[in-house]
């Protein structure tokens, strides 16, 4: 059993999911002017390219009204392992991850990359409740992160 009640939960995940977007407006409002100066390097163009490519499989394996930004697993969620989610529990949040690591390359400052850190601090906080919450929610979920890796397949 988990250390937090329902309604404090959805307080922090609502809180969590808050962070995320704000730092993703950030990372957004960073990278805009020199997107519109055409100053995005092949790099950056890579990292969108694979973002969109892990976003799309993502998409085909889970049906739409499964995903939640929320942590906090849907009361009729299905648990889902095939596609991207054999390799990684989260591939929403690697392209999350990709797309950010994208407008930062393109910002280029250290600013941009602090918030992409900090991006990368609130999902892996926000992943790892929601694992807590689906062990909780789903008999075999605990059997499957023993499979894969959270964000990055065979690494992390």
């Not at 790099?43 to 499964?66: D, E, K, M, Q, Y």
């Not at 850190?117 to 790892?128: E, F, G, I, P």
Request: hydrophobic share 55%.
């Amino acid at each position: 059993m988990f250390l937090f009640s329902p309604h404090l939960r959805t307080r922090i995940g609502y809180l969590l999911v808050l962070l995320q977007f704000g730092l993703l407006t950030v990372l957004g409002a960073l990278a805009l002017p020199m997107v519109l100066q055409g100053q995005a390097g092949l790099a950056c163009w890579v990292l969108l390219a694979l973002s969109g490519l892990l976003g799309g499989w993502t998409l085909l394996h889970n049906r739409v009204g499964n995903f939640n930004v929320h942590p906090e697993p849907k009361a009729n969620g299905v648990m889902v392992s095939s596609g991207p989610y054999r390799l990684i529990r989260h591939p929403m949040y690697t392209t999350v991850l990709l797309g950010a690591a994208a407008m930062a390359c393109v910002a280029g400052s250290v600013l941009a990359w602090l918030a992409w850190a900090a991006l990368w601090a609130d999902l892996l906080v926000k992943a790892m409740l929601e694992e807590q919450w689906l062990r909780e929610h789903h008999a075999t979920y605990a059997a499957y992160c023993q499979q894969c890796k959270r964000f990055i397949p065979w690494i992390f």
